[in-house]
């Protein structure tokens, strides 16, 4: 079957996951220093012995007991085995460093102190519980504002203060801004916090390495959505050359950004590997999963708004202190730097004044979890806004529609200096209420109102509420690697393989690459092949994340796509005795012009192509490689800025606080959509984790930085159960961004959910006199802001 970007194509990649036959790193079989195919030593397993404290000086750690146990191999402290003292770390914060293992304090539960390495999981389990770790007691900071405060404790003592980074809008070298609320007739203040959440992935982390090769070194399966950022730590870290380190992704089961770094225990496990001459694995458990792997968000946020007295806005004062955790990853970056910048949205927001802390505590990393530095903002902006509707008397809608960025402005720099690209905010705020049928929604609101006294008949409230969110897509690495390959079969046909420098995690990569090569080239669908992300034949990547991958790929795909077609036109011409201008694809064939009959096919063609020897030397000099190929490296002119409107219907049982979403409309413009059953599928992933957020999820700890969600028993996700059908629709037109015409969508869900849900059950609630009620909304927090009935 041959298609085009645009057609809706089932999923390539689902037939081999719902048969259950995907292999994922945990059931990679192993190979020898020597042997890559798959036979030789079985894999030790290794298994790490965390902090139960969250904040301590190590006084000693006794592993004797640990040693002696049965099929033990080996038990390694920090710097034993062949592993550094220091682990990954951006170095993006002077003074600050993360010890690969702890050896001198203890700054979060979860932290690494020891590692087991045995013949089996269950005996390395029963060695780590042998281990001894004796821990004085240090203070705890657990919360950003508790961080900050002058005599808090210190959870780095090199640094001055617990704040790890600041931005600032305008910069700190800029004049200050003066008072941007001066002069608004309405002031409308509020905090907000997006609370932490866990990325809970289907598949935690896990890692196979297996030594010896390439060049003496290490080969590494791993889950991770970085294959070559993971490559230059691992060898940085070991003191090995690039080359010595290979990293190939089998079936990754999601990652929502938080695979994007390099985690520890991959630097550990590779280091051991290389030591012990035997392939080492390790398989994160699920409460490991919850409490190490980088969690998100975790902003604490007040702010004001001003506005005149007919809902335009003057003017926006933010403060936020970020929890960034005990070390400072990616997501201590991305609050001051993207977080700052998207503060307006899509809004006409140009007195600002905005200062963003990330802050250290005692608690386990914060990383860049789907839509980092767009989420916590966009759900500050969208609270505010609703405050500000219901202080003035005006409809939510209302409100937005006279603020939203008009079309006849774009493309429209931002006060802080982005340039959105494209969108028509208001006809896609408009096809979200046509959709949703908002105008009823609010008579049926109305009527069940009246006929109580003053609010719903008890025991439900129904609210309805509107979030608009803006991404930016990529926020940097505006290029990507992209090569496909055509050879022939011995059944006749062709192959296309396709090689990325970004990690399929679940995206569906394959079948929108599928779709732009066809619509290019006219081969079937089912010809393209892409190869899973591998170092060695991969030369360069920079991985998947911030919503880059379809633009990105699909763009340097196409220039190689027209590369290979110009390639086969010039060997189709010599075949057919014709003039390369005059040669034509149709349908799956290579013709003349006028004359469809005189045709070769993309077999014949491949097979000449093998055969450089026997082609003219012009033809020859274009397939350097020998057969039809080529790559590119397209860096598109600039981020891409999705937008969106979604719209959540609730029912709030106001005698027990249950809520129900009885609807959720999401009306996105992603500018060209390759592949509809792909977006819908991001769509729906995306807001199940904001409906998520805004119900069910939070990665909490108490007053000792002890978690208190370690299993899916009290860390809570959204089932199939709890959502409601998801009616999801683009709009819009293509970006001119990129040459593709796309921009990202595998974050606009996770952005804008919360706020509309948040604002549904606040509307439902408003007779009752509750104006916010903090995230996430669970029963005992909804009935308790109710009060007495």
Not at 15 to 44: C, K, M, N
Not at 95 to 118: C, S
Not at 169 to 191: N, Q, S, T, W
Not at 265 to 273: H, K, N, S, W
Request: charged share 20%; glycine share 12%; aromatic share 4%.
């Amino acid at each position: 079957m041959r298609g085009a970007p645009g057609d809706r194509v089932l999923r390539q990649e689902d037939a081999p996951l719902l048969r259950g036959v995907a292999l994922y790193v945990g059931d990679r079989g192993v190979a020898s220093s020597t042997d890559e195919r798959g036979a030789g030593a079985a894999a030790l397993h290794a298994v790490f012995v965390r902090s139960t404290q969250a904040s301590g000086t190590i006084l000693a750690i006794d592993v004797a007991a640990a040693r002696a146990m049965p099929g033990v191999i080996a038990v390694g402290l920090a710097g034993e085995l062949g592993m550094p003292l220091l682990g990954p770390l951006p170095g993006m914060v002077a003074g600050v460093q993360r010890p690969l293992f702890a050896y001198e304090t203890i700054r979060h539960v979860g932290e690494i102190v020891a590692v087991v390495v045995a013949e089996t999981v269950a005996a390395a389990v029963d060695a780590a519980e042998q281990v001894v770790v004796d821990v004085g007691v240090r203070p705890v900071v657990v919360t950003p504002y508790d961080a900050l405060r002058p005599d808090a404790h210190r959870v780095h003592s090199a640094m001055p203060s617990n704040a790890y980074l600041t931005g600032r809008f305008p910069a700190a070298d800029v004049a200050a801004p003066g008072d941007v609320l001066a002069g608004a007739d309405v002031v409308v203040r509020g905090e907000f916090v997006t609370q932490r959440v866990a990325a809970a992935p289907m598949e935690p982390n896990g890692v196979l390495a297996i030594p010896g090769l390439p060049r003496g070194g290490v080969t590494l399966w791993a889950s991770t959505q970085f294959v070559h950022g993971l490559r230059r730590e691992v060898a940085a870290l070991l003191n090995l050359a690039t080359e010595q380190v290979r990293v190939v992704i089998a079936q990754v089961g999601g990652g929502f950004g938080a695979k994007f770094e390099t985690a520890p225990e991959y630097v550990a496990v590779a280091a051991l590997a290389r030591h012990l001459g035997r392939p080492v694995r390790w398989q994160e458990t699920r409460s490991e999963c919850l409490v190490t792997m980088p969690h998100g968000r975790g902003h604490h946020q007040r702010a004001s708004l001003g506005l005149r007295r007919d809902g335009t806005f003057t003017g926006l004062h933010v403060r936020v202190a970020a929890d960034a955790g005990a070390y400072p990853i990616a997501g201590a970056g991305s609050p001051v730097g993207t977080g700052v910048l998207m503060v307006p949205g899509p809004y006409l927001l140009t007195a600002l004044d905005i200062e963003v802390s990330t802050v250290a505590t005692n608690t386990p990393p914060v990383g860049v979890y789907r839509g980092p530095g767009r989420a916590e903002p966009n759900y500050l902006r969208e609270r505010l806004i609703d405050m500000a509707a219901a202080e003035l008397g005006l409809d939510p809608v209302e409100i937005r529609r006279r603020n939203l960025v008009p079309v006849s402005q774009m493309p429209y720099r931002s006060p802080t200096g982005f340039l959105y690209d494209t969108g028509d905010y208001v006809a896609t705020l408009d096809e979200a209420l046509r959709v949703v049928d908002y105008a009823v929604l609010r008579a049926a609101q109305a009527t069940r109102r009246s006929e109580g006294t003053g609010h719903d008949p008890a025991p439900r409230a129904m609210g309805i509420g509107v979030s608009c969110w803006l991404d930016v897509t990529p926020r940097n690495r505006l290029g990507e690697y992209a090569s496909l390959s055509i050879v022939p079969t011995i059944d006749g046909e062709v192959r296309v393989d396709v090689l990325a420098g970004t990690c399929d995690h679940g995206q569906g990569h394959g079948t929108s690459w599928s779709l732009v090569l066809s619509g290019i080239l006219g081969v079937p669908l089912e010809a393209v092949h892409l190869i899973p992300a591998d170092t060695e034949v991969v030369p360069r990547g920079d991985g998947t994340g911030s919503a880059r991958s379809l633009q990105l790929v699909a763009s340097s795909l196409t220039v190689a796509g027209r590369v290979v077609l110009d390639q086969a036109k010039a060997v189709a011409a010599h075949l057919l005795e014709a003039d390369p201008r005059d040669v034509v694809l149709d349908d799956d064939r290579l013709v003349v012009a006028g004359s469809p009959t005189r045709g070769v096919s993309w077999f014949e063609i491949a097979t000449a192509a093998q055969a450089p020897h026997s082609l003219p030397l012009e033809v020859a000099a274009l397939l350097p490689d020998g057969h039809l190929g080529a790559a590119a490296d397209i860096d598109q002119e600039g981020p891409t800025f999705p937008f969106g409107v979604h719209i959540a219907v609730v029912e709030v049982d106001t005698e027990t606080g249950e809520i129900e979403i009885v609807r959720f409309v999401a009306v996105d413009d992603c500018g060209l959509v390759v592949n509809p059953v792909v977006v819908e599928g991001q769509q729906h992933g995306g807001i199940a984790q904001g409906i998520g957020q805004a119900l069910f999820e939070y990665a909490q700890f108490d007053i000792d930085g002890t978690p208190l969600a370690s299993s899916f028993l009290t860390y809570l996700i959204p089932s199939a159960a709890d959502l409601p059908p998801l009616d999801v629709r683009t709009i819009g037109e293509p970006t001119p961004r990129n040459i593709i015409g796309a921009k990202g969508i595998g974050q606009g869900g996770a952005i804008g959910a919360p706020a509309a849900v948040v604002n549904a059950v606040v509307d439902a609630l408003s007779p009752y006199g509750v104006r916010h009620i903090e995230m996430p909304l669970s029963p005992e927090r909804v009935r308790r802001a109710i009060g007495p009935l």
